[in-house]
Antibody, heavy 120, light 110 residues
Framework: QVQLQESGPRLVKPSETLSLTCTVSGASISSYYWIWIRQPAGKGLEWIGRIYISGSTNCNPSLKSRVTMSVDTSKNQFSLELSSVTAADTAVYYC??????????????WGQGTLVTVSS | QSVLTQPPSVSAAPGQKVTISCSGSSSNIGNNYVSWYQQLPGTAPKLLIYDNNKRPSGIPDRFSGSKSGTSGTLGISGLQTGDEADYYCGTWDSSLSAGVFGGGTKLTVL
C-alpha cells in the first residue's frame, strides 16, 4: 500500500523559509509526479506545485516566485521550500501522488497532512 | 477565489440523492478530465471519482460523476450520515499549467 508522510518544522517565523519533506513508501518515487497542496483552516484546497524525477516542475503562478521543489531518489522523498512566509502561509500542508493511470491531476494517494504555523 | 466554482453547501435527507456542480472554463474542465475528492472532518482528502466518471477500487457505486462542456457534476445517491463531508472538484488548467480545485462544497445529511 502506498503511504506518504509529511515532516518538517511545525512553526516558522515570518520572512523565513518553510521546509517540508514527504517520505514515500510502497511506490518508487521515480515513476510519478508528486504534488504539494495546502489548506488554511476552514478554507479550501490550494494546489502549490508538482515535481517529476527529471526535475520538471509546475507551480501555482501565485506562489511560483517563492516555491522550490526537489526530489531525493536515494531516500524516496520529495521536498518543498516556501520562502518569505507570512501569516497567510499558515495551513495544513499535504503531499500527494499523481496517478500514472489516469488523467492529469488525479491524486490517488495523500499524506495525512501537517499543520505549519507562521508566527514569531 | 477558486478557479473552479462549486456551491458552498448542499443538503438532503438520508436515502435521497444530491448533486454537486463544478463550473470551469475551456482552459480547465473544457479540455481536461475532472476528479472529485471527499474530505471527512479532520482527515486528508480522498479520491472519489477520476476521469470524469470512474470510481477507484472500494468506492461504492452510490457515487457517480459526469461532465458536460465546462462543468462537472458529482452525484451521491442513497445518502448516509457518513457522507457528511466537504467535496472538492479538481482538474488541470492548461493555461496556468497548474492543477486547480473548486472551493469545496459542504454536504449536510439532514
Amino acid at each position: 500500500q502506498v503511504q506518504l508522510q509529511e515532516s518538517g518544522p511545525r512553526l516558522v517565523k515570518p520572512s523565513e523559509t518553510l521546509s517540508l519533506t514527504c517520505t514515500v513508501s510502497g511506490a518508487s518515487i521515480s515513476s510519478y509526479y508528486w504534488i504539494w497542496i495546502r489548506q488554511p483552516a476552514g478554507k479550501g484546497l490550494e494546489w502549490i506545485g508538482r515535481i517529476y524525477i527529471s526535475g520538471s516542475t509546475n507551480c501555482n503562478p501565485s506562489l511560483k516566485s517563492r516555491v522550490t521543489m526537489s526530489v531525493d531518489t536515494s531516500k524516496n522523498q520529495f521536498s518543498l521550500e516556501l520562502s518569505s512566509v507570512t501569516a497567510a502561509d499558515t495551513a495544513v500542508y499535504y503531499c500527494a501522488r499523481e496517478s500514472a493511470a489516469a488523467a492529469l491531476e488525479t491524486l490517488d494517494f495523500w499524506g495525512q497532512g501537517t499543520l505549519v504555523t507562521v508566527s514569531s | 477565489q477558486s478557479v473552479l466554482t462549486q456551491p458552498p453547501s448542499v443538503s438532503a435527507a438520508p436515502g435521497q440523492k444530491v448533486t454537486i456542480s463544478c463550473s470551469g472554463s475551456s482552459s480547465n474542465i473544457g479540455n481536461n478530465y475532472v476528479s472529485w475528492y471527499q474530505q471527512l472532518p479532520g482527515t486528508a482528502p480522498k479520491l472519489l471519482i477520476y476521469d470524469n466518471n470512474k470510481r477507484p477500487s472500494g468506492i461504492p457505486d452510490r457515487f457517480s460523476g459526469s461532465k458536460s462542456g465546462t462543468s462537472g457534476t458529482l452525484g451521491i445517491s442513497g445518502l448516509q450520515t457518513g457522507d457528511e463531508a466537504d467535496y472538492y472538484c479538481g482538474t488541470w488548467d492548461s493555461s496556468l499549467s497548474a492543477g486547480v480545485f473548486g472551493g469545496g462544497t459542504k454536504l449536510t445529511v439532514l
